[in-house]
């Protein structure tokens, strides 16, 4: 399936390089207050990144929006990870995003689209976009993941059932037996021999998954960010991060494999909120909103199909 | 070096449960204001604890003292943990402290002591204390390496080089580049052969190592307790206790062998604090006293010998 029109590492770097300006516009322009700040960073071996943060905005608490693209020899950690035998170089390109609002009632989303690929031809796409409501909203829950369909089955209709079987997976923390949020879509290892698609139309598929991130989220952002809540609601919203920050330190592939392969850890730790807290043995009151939120933590809830009224 | 007079582990469990009743005792006379709230759970192969915690007292905001005794076959993913060929039935007994003061002139405190045996008759002892200042008092740092390098020189005047070092590496925040704490001990796989000393002797040590615990903590608590502080310096403790945060769910053993291995997860991470706080590349001001502290945060300081003024 390789083709003359397969897309090389300079057009899926720039590709991402503009998708970083274009959603953090969208941010900024749906936020109305507070603009990214940017850090440049170079890796060692090769490349860099552009870290951009967005901090006490007016409904954005602290999110962040990374572009990297790095390459050079694979180090011995990269190998051990990534269970390659041999001596290579590689490229890694990718955009990374997770943002905290200040208002429970807006959900924590993230999304990440990546390449990689190693000197001896070798290469694979990866991403995904799930959402983390404070709050479970059903109607929002569901018309996430119709979004989500839409966008695979332009591709492919194999793929959303796959790839939201995916990030049910995925998204999951073990020691709790509760899903961050209410999923997504999450792939891995995209590529001919996966796929039996061109590396063009899988190039495809993960552009229009980084696209759709900024209407999805910004649609979110202003439609919620008004609703009133209570100092209550802002402790669990305390509580809900700190599940987060256990999903992300002690479950996430990516956060585990930035850390150990020395990736710039401020870069990878943009991802955790500014504030979390924990309770011992924390347990929502019965018949409460808390308490109807967790009942919807779980695999396998088929929410394109869930019988909702929009509220 | 086996011995008639070796302790059974009805004896090393009966020590440790004893130990949990003192130092709860202790903490509540020093903090004077609240008690320690007790949930007793069962594990699923056999066994149980004791998780203790006390909250929101007049110097402790959030701590935990438990105990457990539990035992079973040992299953898969323990058997790959420990790198256990053969079937065998396990035993394991310990206590577990950390303790997270209102006041960031308290330090933060961990200590465990542990015990662990297979139906093959291998067994170990494992454990350690190490305190986390929010603020550096070098006097006070000082002194908690001299209590430690006592209570080991009294058992083996090679104990406490030797374990001052394991703790500087183990409780290590790798991606940081900067020790959790001031570090002071950490052991593991004691027994026979590792030691050349008999159960009897090596339990002693152990003992005294949780002995040493109650009297060191609680005189930190009552004389910082009452220093005050400023909104800025308690923004400063919730940085540090973000830091442990990432230390306990990202390289701390303990933590991981829990969760990964069906560990009650309330009681593991009850080692969390109530609150913590991540900012974006958080760097203190030139000549600060949070400057001074990350200074201290690094491996390899002779503490015993500094040469330090009471203040």
Redesign the interface.
Known sequence: MKSNNDPGKEEIEEFFKNLQDKICDAIEKADGKKQFEQ?LWQHHSGGGGRTR?I?EGAIIE?G?VNFSAVYGPASEDMKRQLKIEKDADFFATGVSIVQHPHNPMVPIIHMNVRYFELSDGTYWFGGGIDLTPHYINLFQAKAFHEKLKQVCDKHDVGFYPQYKKWADDYFYI???QETRGVGGIFFDHLNEQSLKKSKREIFNFVKEVGEAFAPIYTQLMTTNAGLSYSEEQKEWQ?IRR?RY??FN??WDRGT?FG?ATGGR??S???S??????????HSPANGSKEEETLSYLKKGIDWVNLEVQER
Do not use: C, S
């Open positions: 850090d943060l901090q602290k962040g073990v020691h709790r305390h700190g920050v256990e330190l002690v585990k850390l850890t401020e990878i730790l943009m955790l909120p500014k504030e979390a807290k924990w309770f011992y043995n």
